[in-house]
C-alpha cells in the first residue's frame, strides 16, 4: 500500500483490510513523506496488528516508484501479491476470491475486476463497464483494462513483475506496465465482471476513473496533446527493455507498433491492423484508428 497524504480516507480501507475472509494476509506499506496525520492513522494500525503489518519510507519520487520500492521488499516465498490504494474499501471477499483465482495457473497469472464507484462519502455512483474483449496483449498495448487498486498476481506473476523493475524506469502507470508484461510474457490475465473493491472518486485522487463522458472528454484531450502518445511510448520503450521475457509473437507485435512512428498515416492504420490492437468498446478502437491517422498514436 503505497500512501501520500490519505489520513481521511486510510481508516475505512484499513478496516476493510481486517475485515477479509482470507485471514493469511500482511500489508507492507510505505509513506511517501506524508504531511498530514497518515503517519498518525498507520502507526496506530500498527500497533494493532503487530504481526499484519510493515511500515517504510518511501522514495518520494511518486507512486510507480513507491510501489516498485514495496514489491522489491516481498519475501520470494509469498504466495501472492496485491496492490492497494489508501482510499478504497474492498470487499470481504476479495482476497479470497482473487487468489483463488490466480492458484490455478502455474505461470504469471494477473487477476483484476470491476469496481464500484463510490463519492467521496461512499455512496454509490455507478459500476465501472465491463470488459467484453479478451484481456491479451494486443489490447495492452493501447488501452489499459487493469485498476492496479484491484490487482491480485500469483508468484509467478508478481516475480515477474519485480525482476523487471529495473526495466522499468520511466514507466507513466505501474497498473498498465503489469497488465502489459504478463500479457506479453504469455502469461493470463483474468478480469473479474464481479467487482472487488469501493473505488472512491474525490478531488485528491492520483487517477480516478475515467468512465463516462468525463472519461471520454479526458481521452480526446490527451489524444490532441500527445499525452497518450508519449505515455505510450515511455511503456513501449519498457517493454523493449524486457524484451527478453515476451512470447515470440508479442516481441513481433511490440516491434509492429514501434515501427508506426516512422510511417505515413495509412501507414500508421495498416500497422494497427497488422498487429491486431483494439480497445474495449468500438468508440473506443475508433478513436485508436482516429489516433493513428492523425499521428497522436
Known amino acids: ?37 497518515s503517519r498518525a492513522v498507520l502507526e496506530t494500525f500498527i500497533t494493532a496488528n503487530a504481526d499484519k ?14 510501489i516498485f520500492s514495496l514489491l522489491a521488499r516481498v519475501d520470494p516465498q509469498t504466495k501472492f501479491v496485491a496492490f492497494c490504494d489508501q482510499d478504497d474499501i474492498w470487499h470481504a471477499d476479495k ?58 498476481l500469483n508468484q509467478a506473476g508478481w516475480h515477474l513483475l519485480r525482476d523487471q523493475i529495473h526495466a522499468a524506469q520511466g514507466v ?6 503489469a497488465y502489459q508484461l504478463v500479457s506479453g510474457a ?6 473479474d465482471d464481479e467487482p472487488s473493491l ?38 513501449l520503450a519498457a517493454l523493449q527493455r524486457s524484451r527478453a521475457v515476451l512470447s515470440g509473437e508479442c516481441a513481433a507485435q511490440l516491434d509492429c507498433v514501434a515501427s508506426l512512428h516512422g510511417k505515413g498515416p495509412f501507414g500508421r492504420l495498416r500497422g494497427v491492423f497488422s498487429a491486431g490492437l483494439y480497445r474495449q468498446s468500438r468508440i473506443s478502437t475508433l478513436g485508436l484508428w482516429l489516433a493513428a491517422l492523425i499521428g497522436r498514436f
Open 1 to 37: 500500500m503505497p500512501v501520500y497524504n490519505g489520513a481521511r480516507f486510510l481508516p475505512a480501507q484499513l478496516d476493510s483490510l481486517s475485515a477479509q475472509t482470507y485471514i493469511d494476509w500482511q500489508v507492507l506499506i510505505s509513506d511517501d513523506g506524508s504531511t498530514d496525520d
Open 53 to 66: 503489518a510493515r511500515l517504510y519510507d518511501g522514495p518520494q519520487n511518486g507512486i510507480s516508484a513507491n
Open 95 to 152: 482476497l479470497a476470491r482473487a487468489c483463488a483465482i490466480v492458484a490455478q495457473t502455474d505461470g504469471p497469472t494477473l487477476y483484476c475486476s470491476r469496481t464500484n464507484l463510490v463519492d467521496a462519502q461512499g455512496v454509490f455512483l455507478r459500476l465501472s463497464p465491463p470488459r467484453r474483449r479478451p484481456p491479451l496483449f494486443q489490447n495492452a498495448l493501447v488501452q489499459n483494462i487493469a485498476s492496479g487498486n484491484t490487482m491480485v
Open 172 to 177: 507513466v502507470y505501474h497498473d498498465w506496465w
Open 186 to 191: 504469455g502469461g493470463t490475465v483474468f478480469h
Open 198 to 235: 469501493d473505488y472512491r472518486q474525490h478531488t485528491t485522487n492520483a487517477l480516478g476513473s475515467a468512465t463516462g463522458l468525463r472519461g471520454a472528454l479526458r481521452r480526446l484531450l490527451r489524444v490532441s496533446n500527445r499525452a497518450l502518445s508519449i505515455d505510450t511510448s515511455r511503456h
